[in-house]
C-alpha cells in the first residue's frame, strides 16, 4: 500500500501511533509531504526514525528548507563561539526559523554527536521538491504546498522552490482538466481551510495536513483505497 501525510511538526508520538494504525510494513511505501521539523518537541526523533526505513521517502517542506540553510552550517559546532561568526543574514533567518517553531528542532539537534548531525543533514538535503506517482490508474502529484502560478502548460520542473513550498493554494483551486490527476498537499492545515481536521477533497485538489501541532489530528491517506487514518 501507499500513503502519504504531512505537516508532523515534531508530534512522534502520533507519527509512531499512524505507523501502528495503518501497520506500516516493508512491502508499504510512505509519502511525508514535508514539514516534520519544528513546533512539536521531537522533530529529530521522527528524522532519525525515517532515516531508518527505506520505504519512507521525505519531500521538501517550507519548514524544512529553512532549517536545513542553518542546520548544515551548525552541523560541525553548535556554541556560542560559533554564533559570533555566523553572518547577518544567517542571524536573521535564525531569528525568523525561531519564531516559526524552529526551537525544538535546534535542541534536539544539538544534542546529537556530530556524525548523526551530518547524517540528519544528509538526509534533509535529499528532500525532494515534488513527485509524481500512479496509483489504480491516477496519478497523483505531491508537493507540500501546492502549485503556484499554476498553468496547465507548465512542467512540474518548472515551478520554483517558491511556488511548491510556501504558496497558500484554495480549496476551489482547479488543476489538470484530466480528472485523473489529482494534487496532494499540507501546508495549510484543513481547520483553516475547511474548519475540519479531515482530509478534504474537493475535485482533484486533495488537503492532507489536518493540524496535527495546531490541535488537530495526524491525517493519513491510503491512495490504493483512498482510506483516511487519523490519530
Known amino acids: 500500500m501507499i500513503y502519504v501525510m504531512s505537516d508532523l511538526h515534531g508530534e512522534y508520538e502520533k507519527y509512531i501511533k499512524m505507523l501502528e494504525l495503518i501497520e506500516f510494513s516493508d512491502q508499504d511505501e510512505l509519502f511525508v509531504l514535508g514539514d516534520t521539523v519544528d513546533r512539536g518537541e521531537r522533530p529529530i526523533d521522527i528524522l532519525l526514525d525515517m ?99 499554476f498553468a496547465k502548460d507548465k512542467k512540474l520542473s518548472e515551478y520554483t522552490p517558491d511556488e511548491l513550498l510556501f504558496c497558500r493554494s484554495r480549496l476551489d483551486m482547479e488543476y489538470y482538466d484530466d480528472k485523473s490527476i489529482y494534487i496532494v498537499s499540507g501546508h495549510t492545515h484543513t481547520i483553516v481551510l475547511a474548519g475540519t481536521s479531515k482530509i478534504v477533497t474537493i475535485g482533484n485538489n486533495i488537503k492532507i495536513d489536518c493540524g496535527a501541532a495546531f490541535g488537530g489530528r495526524l491525517g493519513c491517506l491510503c491512495l490504493d483505497t483512498m482510506e483516511e487514518f487519523y490519530i
Open 51 to 149: 532515516m531508518e526505513r527505506p520505504n519512507v521517502y521525505h519531500l521538501m517542506g517550507n519548514h524544512d528548507l529553512l532549517a536545513l540553510d542553518i542546520l548544515k552550517v551548525l552541523a560541525t559546532d553548535i556554541s556560542d563561539d560559533n554564533l559570533n561568526v555566523l553572518d547577518e543574514n544567517l542571524l536573521e533567518e535564525i531569528s525568523e526559523w525561531m519564531q516559526e517553531g524552529g526551537e525544538t528542532t535546534l535542541k534536539q539537534f544539538a544534542l546529537l554527536s556530530k556524525t548523526q548531525r551530518a547524517d540528519v543533514v544528509d538526509f534533509m538535503s535529499d528532500f525532494s521538491l515534488f513527485e509524481a506517482i500512479d496509483v489504480e490508474n491516477k496519478t497523483y502529484i505531491l508537493v507540500h504546498a501546492g502549485l503556484g502560478n
